[in-house]
T-cell receptor, first 112, second 114 residues
Framework: SQQGEEDPQALSIQEGENATMNCSYKTSINNLQWYRQNSGRGLVHLILIRSNEREKHSGRLRVTLDTSKKSSSLLITASRAADTASYFCATGHFQGAQKLVFGQGTRLTINP | GAVVSQHPSRVICKSGTSVKIECRSLDFQATTMFWYRQFPKQSLMLMATSNEGSKATYEQGVEKDKFLINHASLTLSTLTVTSAHPEDSSFYIC??????????FGPGTRLTVT
């Protein structure tokens, strides 16, 4: 299976702390994307990083990509209770219809 | 912009019946649409990829005769779960791509088969 792995599977921190989630994948990619999903809802696109990029920022989000290690990390700074959700990485591949392969996800809980 | 809708949001059906789920791109033309299934506390698994006007490409292990996909226009794709059984109960999510890398996801449809 191409499906990547994320760790940790679950993360619980206090509001205001930083949260770091990691994603590893197995095959060459065109891009890597991070999504957020609130319980029972659809996915919200957070950020896309291309294979030739190493770091990208968007507001309180920072994403890094290390293609040599086939890994990526998502950092959420100054976490808020509203950040409580599941976070998924998804890799976009060169072949075919640019389909996405999702990681297992990290369930993030921000405690007030 | 880039809004994708799904209908219905929830559906309960009896075992043996068929259910149709619609996925629409509201403000863009979707060259490709994708259908995913998500079981509780699990990740999204791609079921199939559909391009407007052509047959869908199914992922390994997904029964194409059970999950019928039609992509009749650049803004509408439908997934029909035929002869549904309780094990088909799941969260079905579609996404649409406008030609770039990013996929825009619908809000999902929760299917419960009794």
């Amino acid at each position: 299976s191409q499906q990547g792995e994320e760790d940790p599977q679950a993360l619980s921190i206090q509001e205001g702390e930083n949260a770091t989630m990691n994603c590893s994948y197995k095959t060459s990619i065109n891009n890597l994307q991070w999504y957020r999903q609130n319980s029972g809802r659809g996915l919200v696109h957070l950020i896309l990083i291309r294979s030739n990029e190493r770091e990208k920022h968007s507001g309180r989000l920072r994403v890094t990509l290390d293609t040599s290690k086939k890994s990526s990390s998502l950092l959420i700074t100054a976490s808020r209770a509203a950040d409580t959700a599941s976070y998924f990485c998804a890799t976009g591949h060169f072949q075919g219809a640019q389909k996405l392969v999702f990681g297992q996800g990290t369930r993030l809980t921000i405690n007030p | 912009g880039a809004v994708v809708s799904q209908h219905p949001s929830r559906v309960i059906c009896k075992s043996g019946t068929s259910v149709k789920i619609e996925c629409r791109s509201l403000d863009f033309q979707a060259t490709t649409m994708f259908w995913y299934r998500q079981f509780p506390k699990q990740s999204l698994m791609l079921m199939a990829t559909s391009n407007e006007g052509s047959k869908a490409t199914y992922e390994q292990g997904v029964e194409k005769d059970k999950f019928l996909i039609n992509h009749a226009s650049l803004t509408l794709s439908t997934l029909t779960v035929t002869s549904a059984h309780p094990e088909d109960s799941s969260f079905y999510i579609c996404s649409a791509r406008d030609g770039a890398y990013e996929q825009y996801f619908g809000p999902g449809t929760r299917l419960t088969v009794t």
